[in-house]
């Protein structure tokens, strides 16, 4: 049902979501924002279950923030990326589990940019590209294809526009926009919103 | 009936040593019996009592749904006497009291939709109660005033979200009264998400739309004239502001160009932006007990919901006036009663102004029927009139 994508260059991390929250069969919402910032230039993108999206990205949204106030200085989105898999990992097997899928996105000043996939069984891998949702069935392939670690700005763009021409195209589901972003050295930017117009 | 059984207990009690039993409390046999069966000297076996409401209230929230069938009828029924006539006891807890799970997830058996337009937000719903395929009431009160400024539609259980908006109802007053401000819609729902939030994966249903007006920063109870007084120049600004964020409302959240500048702003800036917009103005968010928190533009919820949609699709848009908004909403729920069986008999209307809410009176839809009726056999004839002119 929603779809989440990243992909890594050589010093930026391109993401995108959709923007439909549903309930059932209606679209409640056709501009809903699925990134949460975790810090000036790490994003956190959360799909699953409909109320413990919010919970937890927040959850691990205002812990990050206390870290930096107690401390004075960030944590990087390696060790954000773990502290939220151990969290995942904490309430796995619990009453309450979290059943969420994410993709944390991050620019660090000593490592570079970094992508990390998790998911609701708490599995953490950092990978050049990577899928969340029913598409990444459809788009995986694709990124395999196409993928350089040394793409450029541009370039990553127009992979990730490859990929959801084959969602309109192959997915039955109607995703209708996107919302794009970008971290680098100089923090998060926005880009243009990928709609998919009639072709 | 706890409260009945300890307070008779308590007076039994006091009577000490009497032989008589004055207060047999009405109604619940195994107490009656209890209480001419022991002596009253072995205080202890009394109190060991099976008072099913407080067991109720001692086990965590996450309980809930896995409450046996014993306990569960006979806290239902010791329930009833205190449910308000108006609310229904909930039919949920019938089926949930086989302890098998239900065949199908239960639609919220209703149709409510609220929308903001350019005059305030208007609220709209009917008012069937249904409960297993019969119709327990007819003539329910589905949107609850929770305040001046804010009222709220109700979906899901009826005895659940009537107890969850006094319960929001009361936290509100308690900040208003600690802060001296209202607090937002936006913190109204996020308060109600988290409130329910422990509750989530058990029976627990409620889907609530909130609809409100919030007020300027500076408030204390002295109603809206100090937000108003700012108000002309800051309100014009605001209905500004979202008619152009209507306008991009289907293209973008980030790139909220909605204060007319074309420079890219940064995400930390967008937010603050964002907030500093709604900081007054009509506001409406839908809350449910599985956790989703929406803020929008238009919401319709309940088993008559889609069709109430493709209604308000149609005809609803940011320019609206408040009497083409009050049609479209009433046209809207009463096709969705036409189609839906779990919703139906009449329509409420609210509108949220600045000034805070008004009531329509309660309009019939068996009226709008039939009128609708003789106007098709009118044009049917009408057509004939014509084929046979030809």
């Given at each position: 049902m929603e779809y989440l994508i990243g992909i890594q260059g050589q010093d930026f991390v391109l993401v995108a979501a959709d923007n439909v929250a549903a309930s059932s069969i209606i679209q409640m919402k056709h501009d809903y924002d699925k990134m949460f910032k975790l810090s000036e230039k790490i994003l956190l993108l959360c799909v699953g279950e409909a109320g413990d999206t919010v919970q937890f990205a927040e959850y691990i949204q205002k812990n990050v923030q206390l870290y930096k106030m107690r401390n004075g200085y960030e944590l990087s989105p390696a060790a954000a990326a773990n502290f939220t898999r151990k969290n995942l990992a904490d309430y796995l097997r619990s009453r309450t589990p979290y059943h969420v899928n994410l993709l944390l996105a991050g620019y660090?000043?000593?490592?570079?940019?970094?992508?990390?996939?998790?998911?609701?069984?708490?599995?953490?891998?950092?990978?050049?590209?990577?899928?969340?949702?029913?598409?990444?069935?459809l788009t995986l392939s694709i990124l395999d294809r196409y993928y350089r670690p040394d793409l450029s700005r541009d370039e990553a763009v127009d992979l990730l526009k490859k990929c959801v021409e084959e969602l309109k195209k192959r997915f039955i589901l109607n995703l209708p926009s996107f919302t794009v972003r970008l971290i680098d050295k100089e923090g998060i930017h926005d880009l243009e919103k990928l709609t998919l117009g009639a072709k | 009936m706890a409260l009945q059984d300890i307070c008779n207990f308590q007076s039994v009690f006091e009577d000490s040593l009497t032989t008589e039993y004055p207060a047999v409390p009405h109604g619940k046999k195994i107490a009656s019996n209890y209480v001419s069966g022991l002596p009253f000297s072995n205080n202890k076996s009394l109190f060991h009592f099976y008072i099913p409401v407080a067991e109720y209230l001692d086990e965590s929230p996450i309980q809930f749904g896995q409450i046996s069938t014993v306990q569960n009828c006979s806290a239902d029924s010791s329930e009833d006497p205190f449910l308000t006539s108006s609310t229904l006891p909930t039919c949920l807890p019938f089926a949930s009291s086989q302890s098998v799970p239900l065949p199908f997830p239960m639609a919220h058996g209703t149709t409510t939709l609220a929308f903001m337009f350019q005059g305030g937000v208007l609220a709209a719903a009917?008012?069937?109660?249904?409960?297993?395929?019969?119709?327990?009431?007819?003539?329910?009160?589905?949107?609850?005033?929770?305040?001046?400024?804010?009222?709220?539609?109700?979906?899901?259980?009826?005895?659940?979200?009537?107890?969850?908006?006094?319960?929001?109802?009361?936290?509100?007053?308690?900040?208003?009264?600690?802060?001296?401000?209202?607090?937002?819609?936006?913190?109204?729902?996020?308060?109600?998400?988290?409130?329910?939030?422990?509750?989530?994966?058990?029976?627990?249903?409620?889907?609530?739309?909130?609809?409100?007006?919030?007020g300027g920063e500076v408030d204390d109870g002295c109603d809206y004239h100090g937000g108003t007084e700012t108000g002309p120049g800051s309100h014009g600004e605001t209905t500004k502001n979202q008619m152009t964020e209507q306008k991009n409302f289907v293209d973008s959240t980030n790139a909220k160009v909605s204060l007319a500048k074309d420079e890219r702003f940064s995400f930390s800036e967008q937010c603050f932006i964002r907030k500093k917009m709604n900081l007054s103005g009509p506001s409406l968010f839908?809350?449910?007990?599985?956790?989703?928190?929406?803020?929008?533009?238009?919401?319709?919820?309940?088993?008559?919901?889609?069709?109430?949609?493709?209604?308000?699709?149609?005809?609803?848009?940011?320019?609206?006036?408040?009497?083409?908004?009050k049609s479209i909403a009433r046209e809207a729920v009463y096709r969705a009663t036409y189609r839906d069986a779990y919703s139906g008999n009449c329509v409420d209307m609210y509108h949220i102004t600045s000034k805070g809410w008004t009531r329509r009176n309660r309009e019939d839809l068996k009226e709008e029927y039939y009128r609708e009726k003789q106007r098709r056999k009118h044009e049917k004839t009408e057509r004939r009139d014509v084929t046979f002119s030809d």
């Open positions: 660090d000043d000593t490592d570079g940019p970094g992508l990390y996939y998790m998911d609701h069984l708490s599995s953490l891998a950092k990978a050049p590209f990577a899928a969340h949702g029913y598409g990444a069935y | 009917d008012t069937r109660s249904s409960c297993s395929g019969l119709v327990a009431c007819p003539a329910s009160q589905k949107i609850l005033p929770i305040h001046s400024h804010l009222v709220g539609l109700t979906s899901g259980t009826s005895a659940d979200c009537a107890l969850w908006k006094r319960i929001l109802a009361r936290e509100l007053r308690l900040y208003q009264l600690r802060h001296g401000r209202r607090l937002s819609t936006s913190g109204a729902a996020k308060l109600l998400s988290h409130m329910l939030h422990p509750f989530k994966g058990t029976e627990l249903c409620v889907a609530a739309t909130l609809c409100g007006w919030d839908y809350v449910c007990s599985d956790g989703t928190r929406l803020r929008g533009m238009l919401f319709s919820v309940g088993s008559g919901s889609p069709y109430a949609y493709s209604i308000l699709d149609q005809g609803v848009h940011w320019g609206l006036t408040v009497d083409e908004a």
